[in-house]
Nanobody, 122 residues
């Protein structure tokens, strides 16, 4: 069993930056691919970014490429650095863990956090 807890959400102005964190616990946490997804009001949840268990490869949805960066440390923390934020980035952001990055990317992760709200507004 893996437990995931997100933090770092909040209100930020357009063009600003925010760093989300996801702390994982439970055995075999390091063996999972990890990722971030988001869901805006009235919209379906969408994939944002994913990273392999080893951290050697990452993936991004087109709308955040060049602005967001996913990373994980040697312990139990997954991060999402978000720069040049836009109002359309506003959503609840969810951390997830799955057996591989494909499952994370298509929304079939094995574990999910409860989410953290990001609001981009002036």
């Amino acid at each position: 069993q893996v437990q995931l807890v997100e933090s770092g959400g909040g209100l930020v102005q357009p063009g600003g930056s925010l760093r989300l964190s996801c702390t994982g616990s439970g055995r075999s946490f390091r063996a999972y691919a990890m990722g971030w997804s988001r869901q805006a009001p009235g919209k379906e949840r969408e994939f944002v970014a994913a990273i392999t268990w080893s951290g050697d490869k990452d993936y991004y949805t087109d709308s955040v490429k060049g602005r967001f960066n996913i990373s994980r440390d040697d312990a139990n923390t997954l991060s999402l650095q978000m720069n040049s934020l836009k109002p359309e980035d506003s959503a609840v952001y969810y951390c997830s863990a799955g057996s591989n990055t494909l499952r994370v990317r298509i929304g079939e992760a094995d574990y999910w956090g409860k989410g953290t709200l990001v609001t981009v507004s002036s």
